[in-house]
């Protein structure tokens, strides 16, 4: 399932821009692919990230992977919870599952950004 309102990455990643703030999550495509959920590493509060760095990595039955932001910015917040509850990740991956939240760098990159419309046609191909 593709969220219309969201932007998205071709390493699967989404964010919700709100005004100066990004939440970023990973897309239902991403968590279906890596199965169950096991492990979240996430970066600290106030590092600065770059758009398509390295996060963080989650860690499934299947696999191991590396998180990437679609966005710059500064982590302002990261999904706690999930330190006790990675699986909700599986379960809301759009909700409860969020991973980060940044004050926005540069808003002009959300041009190298997906539209759900093309996310959708990348994992439909």
């Given at each position: 399932?593709?969220?219309?309102?969201?932007?998205?990455?071709?390493?699967?990643?989404?964010?919700?821009?709100?005004?100066?703030?990004?939440?970023?999550?990973?897309?239902?495509?991403?968590?279906?692919?890596?199965?169950?959920i096991v492990y979240v590493e996430l970066p600290k509060t106030g590092k600065a990230v770059e758009q398509f760095g390295n996060i963080?990595?989650?860690?499934?039955?299947?696999?191991?992977?590396?998180?990437?932001?679609?966005?710059?910015?500064?982590?302002?917040?990261?999904n706690a919870a999930l330190d006790a509850d990675p699986a909700a990740v599986n379960r809301d991956p759009y909700g409860d599952g969020w991973l980060v939240k940044l004050k926005l760098k540069d808003a002009s990159e959300t041009k190298n950004l997906l539209s759900a419309r093309d996310y959708e046609k990348l994992v439909t191909a």
């Open positions: 399932m593709v969220q219309p309102d969201l932007l998205y990455s071709k390493e699967h990643e989404w964010v919700r821009i709100e005004g100066d703030r990004a939440t970023i999550g990973i897309t239902d495509y991403a968590q279906e692919s890596l199965g169950d963080g990595v989650v860690e499934s039955v299947k696999a191991v992977s590396d998180l990437f932001t679609p966005i710059s910015g500064e982590v302002l917040e990261v």
